[in-house]
C-alpha cells in the first residue's frame, strides 16, 4: 500500500511561481509511473504531467514550457514546479502512483493510477 500527501498549494498571483510536493510512504515510487492531475470546479480532472522510472517526462500542452514534474528517489517524494501560473491553473491537484508500467499512451488516463493523494489547491487570481 502506498500512501501519498501533497503539499504546497496555496494562493498566488498571475506570473507567480509554486512548487507542489508529494511524499509518499508505504514503498518506493521513484522506480514507478508517477503523475499530477487537476480537477477545477465542475470539471473532470485532468492529466497535468507524468513521469516514468524518474526518467521520461510528459506533459499536457496547456501547461508544456511552464511547469516542471521531478522526483528526489532519497526523499521518495514527487515535485511539480509550476511557473508562470495562470488564473486556468487554478484547481485541486492531486499526485498518482500507478503501480505497473505505464506506456506513453496511457499516462493521461486516471483510471491507470492505482493511488492517489487528497489534493492540495492552487488558486491564481488575476
Known amino acids: 500500500q502506498v500512501q501519498l500527501v501533497e503539499s504546497g498549494g496555496g494562493l498566488v498571483q498571475a506570473g507567480d511561481s509554486l512548487r507542489l510536493a508529494c511524499a509518499a510512504s508505504?514503498?518506493?515510487?521513484?522506480?514507478?509511473?508517477m503523475g499530477w492531475f487537476r480537477q477545477a470546479p465542475g470539471k473532470e480532472r485532468e492529466f497535468v504531467a507524468a513521469?516514468?522510472?524518474?526518467?521520461?517526462?510528459y506533459y499536457a500542452d496547456s501547461v508544456k514550457g511552464r511547469f516542471t514534474i521531478s522526483s528526489v528517489n532519497a526523499k521518495n517524494t514527487l515535485y511539480l514546479q509550476m511557473n508562470s501560473l495562470k488564473p486556468e491553473d487554478t484547481a485541486v491537484y492531486y499526485c498518482?502512483?500507478?503501480?505497473?508500467?505505464?506506456?506513453?499512451?496511457?499516462?493521461?488516463?486516471?483510471?491507470?493510477?492505482?493511488?492517489w493523494g487528497q489534493g492540495t489547491q492552487v488558486t491564481v487570481s488575476s
Open positions: 498518482a502512483v500507478a503501480r505497473a508500467f505505464l506506456e506513453e499512451r496511457e499516462i493521461r488516463e486516471t483510471t491507470k493510477y492505482d493511488y
Open positions: 513521469s516514468i522510472l524518474g526518467e521520461l517526462s
Open positions: 508505504g514503498r518506493t515510487i521513484t522506480t514507478n509511473t
